[in-house]
């Protein structure tokens, strides 16, 4: 059965008037669309996720997603970003990133000094989703600037323009991170981790994962089936050997190699065994189990 789309909300809650804004240019691949024809970037949902987020949307909350890598955080918030009509602003965070780089600078342009928005600001101005993927790398400074627009205030002041911008109400503040990762130097705050409405991710129930890789991939399902109890086995070595488990990306690449042509256990080694490890003797198990769970 073909995988369900998100479920709408109920017929009783209040409807919103989406504005519809021309999205950012930013230089990204293109989703793929979900097979039904509704141009939305494909996505099946655990539970209901979907309608918590447009209600987090339309009541202009913050919202935090948390999960491990690979699950389908990014890809939810461009699906719903697509179905509320809203442009995307998406900063993969790093060690590296600063206020600065989220809110804006002076620039020299043609011998002018020139201020230019960051993607934050961006999204302040002209409304739509600004989406902080991993916000825990970052550097502190950064969620400090996003305080004064998780509460009441909505607002975000800006030093070096003099401004103090008031978000749109179709503005909306996602932030994400894996729990997994972190540690004490690299963690969110008590005090900044109540200022969102939070929801948890997780890899989906097998048959709708065996659905998205075979829908993402092109690869049959009875085919795919096998490398999800492959991806299971390996999962449960997380903590242990690995330091983290096969991802619903993985899948997708491995399968993808499959239906490519590529041999069923070069593929598993390619997308599998060798981006979860480097330790030698960790990889010669992970093969062993790929070759007993496979056949």
């Known amino acids: 059965m073909f995988p369900h789309p998100c479920r709408p909300l109920s017929p009783s809650l209040p409807q919103a008037t989406v504005r519809v804004f021309p999205e950012a240019p930013r230089a990204a691949p293109s989703l793929p669309e979900a097979a039904n024809g509704s141009g939305l970037p494909y996505y099946v949902p655990a539970g209901n996720e979907c309608a918590l987020f447009e209600l987090a949307w ?80 970052a550097r502190k400074d950064v969620t400090v600037v996003l305080h004064p627009l998780t509460d009441d205030r909505r607002i975000l002041p800006l030093d070096r323009t003099g401004e103090e911008l008031q978000a749109p109400d179709s503005f909306m503040l996602v932030v994400s991170y ?36 075979a829908a993402e991939s092109g690869l049959p399902e009875d085919r795919v089936r096998p490398l999800l109890l492959l991806a299971r086995r390996l999962r449960a070595l997380k903590g242990q050997d690995l330091e983290e488990g096969v991802s619903t990306r993985l899948l997708v690449y491995c399968a993808s190699l499959i239906a490519a042509g590529v041999a069923p256990e070069e593929a598993v080694a390619a997308a599998l065994i060798e981006p979860l490890t480097d330790d030698a003797d960790v990889k010669t198990g992970l093969t062993e189990i790929a070759r007993a769970t496979l056949g």
């Open 58 to 137: 339309r009541k202009r909350l913050p919202l935090l997603l948390k999960g491990p890598t690979g699950c389908g955080k990014t890809r939810f918030v461009a699906h719903m970003a697509s179905r509320l009509g809203l442009p995307l602003h998406t900063v993969s965070c790093h060690d590296d990133l600063t206020a600065a780089d989220l809110t804006g600078r002076y620039l020299l342009k043609g011998g002018d000094t020139v201020w230019t928005d960051g993607p934050l600001t961006r999204a302040v101005r002209e409304g739509g989703i600004c989406y902080l993927d991993e916000v825990v790398e």
């Open 178 to 213: 894996n729990p997994g990762y972190q540690t004490l130097l690299k963690s969110l705050k008590p005090s900044t981790r109540q200022r969102f409405v939070a929801i948890e991710f997780d890899f989906l129930p097998m048959d709708r994962e065996a659905a998205v890789v």
